[in-house]
T-cell receptor
Framework: GAVVSQHPSWVICKSGTSVKIECRSL??????MFWYRQFPKQSLMLMAT?????????EQGVEKDKFLINHASLTLSTLTVTSAHPEDSSFYIC????????????FGPGTRLTVT | GNSVTQMEGPVTLSEEAFLTINCTYTATGYPSLFWYVQYPGEGLQLLLK?????DKGSNKGFEATYRKETTSFHLEKGSVQVSDSAVYFCALSNNYGQNFVFGPGTRLSVLP
């Protein structure tokens, strides 16, 4: 089946630094990818939609200047958490539909970010 | 807007017990429905899906039937195993992933 990878799987950083998380579709092209955030024991909350070749679309309440998204190619989207703070600590998950006309999402394994 | 409601957990069962996790939804149009499973420390894995009314999705002994009349997609398994311990998310999508909505998740613990 379709595979989506994320890198790194976990990262610890100090307050004020920036962290980049990569999301790759390994065996298919994705013009659109989605970034979610999951707090402990909670559901996934959609943060933004990453669009190849254009600007990302952010959900209400998500700071676009803090969570920078770049969809560099048809197989890669990156999420950069800028000037990270402890409250940004979370599990970040990306997903991609197999095709533009597919309802089904394939999820990456997630990246656990801890900001100290 | 679209929404998904699941029974609150945690659900604790003994091995070989029967499992039901209720899921109901609110959506415009005709959404596709999904169950995803998340094992500890991992991302989400698609468990099963149904794309139209009366469809039954099944996988690994789990099954769920798309009931449009009751707007439900309850997850069932006849005999759970310890390895089924995980968090289960019901979800829907009706716009090619643009409106992918998750339920709050139900944590299942199966005891030997």
């Amino acid at each position: 089946g379709a595979v989506v990878s994320q890198h790194p799987s976990w990262v610890i950083c100090k307050s004020g630094t920036s962290v980049k998380i990569e999301c790759r579709s390994l065996d298919f092209q994705a013009t659109t990818m989605f970034w979610y955030r999951q707090f402990p024991k909670q559901s996934l909350m959609l943060m933004a939609t990453s669009n190849e070749g254009s600007k990302a679309t952010y959900e209400q309440g998500v700071e676009k200047d803090k969570f920078l998204i770049n969809h560099a190619s048809l197989t890669l989207s990156t999420l950069t958490v800028t000037s990270a703070h402890p409250e940004d600590s979370s599990f970040y998950i990306c997903s991609a539909p197999l095709a533009a006309t597919s309802y089904e999402q394939y999820f990456g394994p997630g990246t656990r970010l801890t900001v100290t | 807007g679209n929404s998904v409601t699941q029974m609150e957990g945690p659900v604790t069962l003994s091995e070989e017990a029967f499992l039901t996790i209720n899921c109901t939804y609110t959506a415009t149009g005709y959404p596709s429905l999904f169950w995803y499973v998340q094992y500890p420390g991992e991302g989400l894995q698609l468990l099963l899906k149904a794309t139209k009314a009366d469809d039954k999705g099944s996988n690994k002994g789990f099954e769920a039937t798309y009931r449009k009349e009751t707007t439900s997609f309850h997850l069932e398994k006849g005999s759970v195993q310890v390895s089924d311990s995980a968090v289960y998310f019901c979800a829907l999508s009706n716009n090619y992933g643009q409106n992918f909505v998750f339920g709050p998740g139900t944590r299942l613990s199966v005891l030997p």
